[in-house]
């Protein structure tokens, strides 16, 4: 709720501004303020190496706002007893009541298989990690030892995650010992 407040505070603006931003979100001030939120973007929406960052259809709004004004975040302790922050929030829950809310896009069209592994079984699908397209390649000689080899695996060229293809997986069979 807090970045749909603040993009559309931004939004509001009819010209490029300096904007002076207040939030009881510690999450939001800080996220902006120490640039967080550029770093997931340029690690395509992820803050770790596993966890996707939230909303990022509504930071990649928001960063475009502050490209076009100069924003700077300040944040305030919630409820408090500060009368902006108070009428803030009676606003905000008076809005929740209202019948023609805009629908959350970023939400309600967010692909089904979202928060789940998807499967990665053929060539050209999203790397899990990166979304850069998947391509098929070839092992080396299987060692003696193993049980099994794979005729094929799917590999991501940027982020160089391997994916195991169960279809591809071949039992090995060798001679008895004598």
Request: glycine content about 4%; hydrophobic content about 35%; overall charge positive.
């Amino acid at each position: 709720m807090e970045l749909y407040a603040a993009i559309a505070a931004l939004e509001a603006l009819k010209q490029p501004c300096q904007v002076v931003l207040h939030s009881d979100s510690e999450y939001l001030v800080k996220s902006m303020s120490d640039e967080s939120v550029k770093r997931w973007q340029e690690n395509n929406w992820f803050r770790t190496k596993q966890a996707r960052a939230a909303n990022a259809d509504l930071w990649e709004k928001l960063l475009g706002l502050c490209e076009t004004h100069d924003v700077k975040f300040v944040w305030i302790r919630g409820h408090s007893g500060g009368v902006e922050n108070e009428r803030c929030d009676a606003l905000a829950k008076n809005a929740l009541t209202q019948a023609n809310l805009p629908p959350d896009e970023g939400y309600e069209n967010r692909d089904a298989a979202e928060g789940r592994k998807v499967k990665i079984t053929q060539e050209g699908q999203s790397c899990r990690k990166c979304s850069t397209p998947v391509v098929k390649r070839t092992p080396k000689k299987p060692k003696q030892t193993q049980a099994y080899c794979y005729e094929y695996y799917l590999r991501c060229p940027k982020c160089h995650t391997m994916y195991m293809v169960e279809e591809a997986k071949r039992a090995l069979i060798r001679p008895l010992p004598v």
